[in-house]
Nanobody
Framework: QLQLVESGGGLVQPGASLRLSCAASGFTSDHYVIAWFRQAPGKEREGVSCINLSRGSTRYSDYAKGRFTISEDSAKNTVYLQMRRLKPEDPAVYYC??????????????????????WGQGTQVTVSS
């Protein structure tokens, strides 16, 4: 059973940066996908970014491209989401999720939709002046 713990959320001003962390444990192989999702009040959950831990390939949503960077520290079993130039529309609870690449349908890189089997508890990001 994978366990994921997010951290790093907080209150920042527009234009500031935050780095979210997703510490993972319980991997039984090395071919997993970890993705970041976010959900704002009254809105549906949406994919932000994902990383294929075996191949290192990444994907970003349109609003994250150029501002957010997903990365992995394999020694710490931690995936990061570096968020820059945060905007008033970015506030949400940010979740990381994980599952096996094969179990998610063997996407060519990594999916930002689908039924991920393991989820963290979420970390709140607030952007306000």
């Amino acid at each position: 059973q994978l366990q994921l713990v997010e951290s790093g959320g907080g209150l920042v001003q527009p234009g500031a940066s935050l780095r979210l962390s997703c510490a993972a444990s319980g991997f039984t192989s090395d071919h997993y996908v970890i993705a970041w999702f976010r959900q704002a009040p009254g809105k549906e959950r949406e994919g932000v970014s994902c990383i294929n831990l075996s191949r290192g390939s990444t994907r970003y949503s349109d609003y994250a491209k150029g501002r957010f960077t997903i990365s992995e520290d394999s020694a710490k079993n931690t995936v990061y989401l570096q968020m820059r130039r945060l905007k008033p529309e970015d506030p949400a609870v940010y979740y990381c999720a994980a599952d096996s690449w094969a179990g998610l349908g063997a996407h060519p890189t990594c999916p930002m939709t689908g039924d991920f089997g393991s989820w963290g508890q979420g970390t709140q990001v607030t952007v306000s002046s």
